[in-house]
């Protein structure tokens, strides 16, 4: 950080305001786990409903208040923390061709299965193993590919969607 004059200054202390403020900032988000410890106490949905409805607004209040509590230069410090540990999982921009070829087929096993159960179920009934974890894993196979494929891929896969004069 520097002042008007462009001198440096220190970076804000990790005094007691900070740490309240990322307190808060962690009950904001640690409150949305109750929605499924409600679910799996068998709470009643319009309750659910209701906590849900609840959280979402004191989720607001509380970043709000994270924010007033920190003062803007701790918000900024926050924001450089998170964000900065955010950069690291940004994919690479050119990979490898081996690493391209992997990233390939995991993004076309689970979309190619996903069209293809419905075909396999009409002809051969019973074939296909109906397990919900299969599903899974085939979703989290295609989200993991974005990241095999790397950045070139996400500029590819926008391309299809701008239209350029």
């Given at each position: 950080?520097?002042?008007?004059?462009?001198?440096?200054?220190?970076?804000?202390?990790?005094?007691?305001?900070?740490?309240?403020?990322?307190?808060?900032?962690?009950?904001?988000?640690?409150?949305?786990?109750?929605?499924p410890?409600?679910?799996?106490?068998?709470?009643?949905?319009?309750?659910?409903?209701?906590?849900?409805?609840?959280?979402?607004?004191?989720?607001?209040?509380?970043?709000l208040?994270?924010?007033?509590?920190?003062?803007?230069?701790?918000?900024?410090?926050?924001?450089?923390?998170?964000?900065?540990?955010?950069?690291?999982?940004?994919?690479?921009?050119?990979?490898?061709?081996?690493?391209?070829?992997?990233?390939?087929?995991?993004?076309?096993?689970?979309?190619?299965?996903?069209?293809?159960?419905?075909?396999?179920?009409?002809?051969?009934?019973?074939?296909?193993?109906?397990?919900?974890?299969?599903?899974?894993?085939?979703?989290?196979?295609?989200?993991?590919?974005?990241?095999?494929?790397?950045?070139?891929f996400?500029?590819?896969?926008?391309?299809?969607?701008?239209?350029?004069?």
């Open positions: 950080m520097s002042s008007p004059d462009n001198t440096p200054q220190p970076a804000p202390s990790m005094g007691w305001r900070f740490k309240c403020g990322i307190g808060l900032f962690i009950l904001a988000f640690a409150l949305w786990f109750l929605i410890i409600a679910a799996a106490l068998d709470v009643p949905g319009s309750r659910i409903a209701a906590l849900t409805g609840t959280i979402f607004i004191a989720n607001k209040v509380l970043l208040s994270c924010v007033a509590v920190m003062g803007k230069e701790g918000f900024q410090q926050l924001k450089a923390i998170v964000f900065g540990h955010a950069k690291r999982l940004a994919p690479v921009q050119k990979v490898g061709p081996v690493r391209h070829a992997i990233g390939l087929v995991m993004f076309f096993i689970p979309i190619l299965t996903s069209m293809l159960e419905p075909y396999v179920d009409e002809l051969w009934p019973g074939l296909r193993p109906d397990m919900w974890q299969l599903q899974v894993l085939g979703d989290i196979m295609l989200i993991a590919s974005f990241f095999v494929l790397g950045g070139d996400w500029s590819k896969l926008r391309g299809l969607f701008v239209r350029s004069v």
